[in-house]
């Protein structure tokens, strides 16, 4: 069956400007998390989504943001773009909720670069 | 708050040496799950294996093994004969339950080259 699809790839953007990012899970998962992964920062949580509510979030500016819909396909937006937001951007699903406490199946990111 | 240390940043071995990599954790929580991670060039991260924090049996899975131990908060990955297609960066990481949900942290990763 098909992995968990991340669109798009590869962006470029300019600050200020905003960015969604799109993530398809794994066919009848329904917890969808991202993560953001930086030279400096490391692997870092931003939210989980499961059955279309956001459970969780981690220690980010409300300029990221994002949503789940009624096929567990999620997005994630992030606004006013910073030079620091450049970043791999990996989505993962699991099949309950509660995914960090499940196995994760992860996409293969999108690398976004703001300049 | 927890912590996850994979002190080495990098390791470099040659094709069948064996290889550990180094995991400990800091948790006050006593139910907790522990994770390794592999992620290739390719980008995504790879599931390994997961263990609960009331499960110390260690495991062996072909040239991979695990060993948990609670005493020492360790959670260390063993590569038995390395090879090429080793090379990647690992990842371990500690989930706890925070406002009702479990939340991955993850270490800094090590990566590990292996030479042919």
């Known amino acids: 069956k098909a992995g968990v699809t991340q669109t798009p790839r590869y962006l470029i953007k300019t600050r200020g400007q905003q960015v969604t990012l799109s993530c398809s899970p794994i066919s009848g998962h329904r917890s969808v998390s991202w993560y953001q992964q930086t030279p400096g920062q490391g692997l870092q949580f931003l939210f989980e989504y499961f059955s279309e509510t956001q459970r969780n979030k981690g220690n980010f500016p409300g300029r990221f943001s994002g949503r789940q819909f009624s096929n567990s396909r999620s997005e994630m937006n992030v606004s006013t773009l910073e030079l620091g937001d450049s970043a791999l951007y990996l989505c993962?699903?699991?099949?309950?909720?509660?995914?960090?406490?499940?196995?994760?199946?992860f996409g293969a990111g999108s690398r976004l670069t703001v300049l | 708050a927890q912590k996850v240390t994979q002190a080495q940043t990098e390791i470099s071995v040659v094709e069948k040496e064996d290889v550990t990599l180094d995991c400990v954790y800091e948790?006050?929580?006593?139910?907790?799950?522990l994770f390794w991670y592999k992620q290739p060039p390719s980008g995504e991260l790879v599931f390994l294996i997961r263990?609960?924090?009331?499960?110390?049996q260690n495991e062996i899975s072909g040239r991979y093994s695990w060993n948990f131990q609670k005493s020492t908060s360790s959670f260390n990955f063993t590569i038995t004969a390395s090879q090429v297609v080793d090379s990647a960066v690992y990842f371990c990481a500690l989930s706890v339950m925070v406002g009702g949900s479990y939340i991955p942290t993850f270490g800094r990763g090590t990566s590990l080259i292996v030479h042919p």
């Open positions: 993962a699903s699991s099949l309950e909720g509660n995914s960090g406490a499940n196995v994760l199946t």
């Open positions: 263990r609960n924090s009331f499960d110390e």
């Open positions: 948790t006050r929580d006593t139910t907790y799950y």
